[in-house]
Nanobody
Framework: QVQLVESGGGLVQPGGSLRLSCAAS????????MGWFRQAPGKERECVAV???????THYVDSVKGRFTISRDNAKNTYLQMNSAKAEDTAVYYC??????????????????WGQGTQVTVSS
């Protein structure tokens, strides 16, 4: 079992920055690739960014490229740095874990463990 807890969500103005954190506990963290997903009201859950087990490979959805950065550390934390926030970034953000693989998976169904989510609202 892997337990995931997100933090860092809140209200941010357009153009502002926010850093989301995801703390993992349980099984060996390095056995998992990590992903950040988001879900806005009335929309499907979308993969925002993925990072592989050693942090050397990342993938981003086109809408956040150049604005968001995913990273992870050796203390079982995964981060999502959100810069130049836009209103369309408003959603509940979830971190998720999937067994490590060379392919960075972006489908929610591929992820085995999920956090409870944290709300991000971009508004003036």
């Amino acid at each position: 079992q892997v337990q995931l807890v997100e933090s860092g969500g809140g209200l941010v103005q357009p153009g502002g920055s926010l850093r989301l954190s995801c703390a993992a506990s349980g099984r060996t963290f390095n056995n998992y690739n990590m992903g950040w997903f988001r879900q806005a009201p009335g929309k499907e859950r979308e993969c925002v960014a993925v990072i592989n087990w050693n942090g050397r490979t990342t993938h981003y959805v086109d809408s956040v490229k150049g604005r968001f950065t995913i990273s992870r550390d050796n203390a079982k934390n995964t981060y999502l740095q959100m810069n130049s926030a836009k209103a369309e970034d408003t959603a509940v953000y979830y971190c998720a874990a999937t067994p490590s693989s060379t392919i960075l998976r972006t489908l929610a169904s591929a992820y085995e463990y999920w956090g409870q989510g944290t709300q991000v609202t971009v508004s003036s």
